[in-house]
T-cell receptor, first 115, second 114 residues
Framework: NAGVTQTPKFRVLKTGQSMTLLCAQD?????MYWYRQDPGMGLRLIHY???????AKGEVPDGYNVSRLKKQNFLLGLESAAPSQTSVYFC??????????????FGNGTRLTVT | AQSVTQLDSQVPVFEEAPVELRCNYS??????LFWYVQYPNQGLQLLLK??????LVESINGFEAEFNKSQTSFHLRKPSVHISDTAEYFC????????????FGPGTSLSVIP
């Protein structure tokens, strides 16, 4: 049972380059999220989706775009990477959303370095 | 605005000793409370959660947390830790009516010393 799978695991970008992080879940979850984790700051929500074809901004959306064309996939894009986007990125999914107290299921993360 | 405070960034403890990881939150509305654990090079995993009912909640691996509304706290405890408990622990607060109103604390690194 794979759960939430993130690719790639590691990536190094130069300032101004673009890339897409892929998140795939096999639990038929409606809700998917992208977080970034920085030392001493916990996790901060970038964007989220409450269903196929929907996306919404989280706490720190600037510099990122997302798409949810298929229910099982949630893509995070960086159009023009900046050093401030150096972080560990986590994708998560849940079945019922926060309103039902549904827990988040996390992937193992993508470590991104922007030089 | 909601916020979550984890007062200790690092907690070293000897094996088989008890441990308490502190979490305090601020919110003007009712909340759901969670503890997540992150082992090295892995994503976060749910440890336990409080939604309603009994204020004492337990996990399958011996951790427990108690919701204290008057003190706005949700401290995590274990009476006897193992080496395998070494990990980062995050307290999280979710607002039932809003999908993006979940706040994670900065984390507490628990190191169990043999």
């Amino acid at each position: 049972n794979a759960g939430v799978t993130q690719t790639p695991k590691f990536r190094v970008l130069k300032t101004g380059q673009s890339m897409t992080l892929l998140c795939a879940q096999d639990m038929n979850h409606e809700y998917m999220y992208w977080y970034r984790q920085d030392p001493g700051m916990g996790l901060r929500l970038i964007h989220y989706s409450v269903g196929e074809g929907t996306t919404a901004k989280g706490e720190v959306p600037d510099g990122y775009n997302v798409s949810r064309l298929k229910k099982q996939n949630f893509l995070l894009g960086l159009e023009s990477a900046a050093p401030s986007q150096t972080s560990v990125y986590f994708c998560a999914s849940s079945s019922g959303g926060f309103a039902l107290g549904s827990p988040l299921h996390f992937g193992n993360g993508t470590r991104l370095t922007v030089t | 605005a909601q916020s979550v405070t984890q007062l200790d960034s690092q907690v070293p403890v000897f094996e088989e000793a008890p441990v308490e990881l502190r979490c305090n939150y601020s919110s003007s509305v009712s909340v759901y409370l969670f503890w997540y654990v992150q082992y090295p090079n892995q994503g976060l995993q749910l440890l336990l959660k409080y939604l309603s009912g009994s204020t004492l909640v337990e996990s399958i691996n011996g951790f427990e947390a108690e919701f204290n509304k008057s003190q706005t706290s949700f401290h995590l405890r274990k009476p006897s830790v193992h080496i395998s408990d070494t990990a980062e622990y995050f307290c999280a607060v979710a607002q039932p009516t809003s999908y993006d109103k979940v706040i994670f604390g900065p984390g507490t690194s628990l190191s169990v010393i043999p």
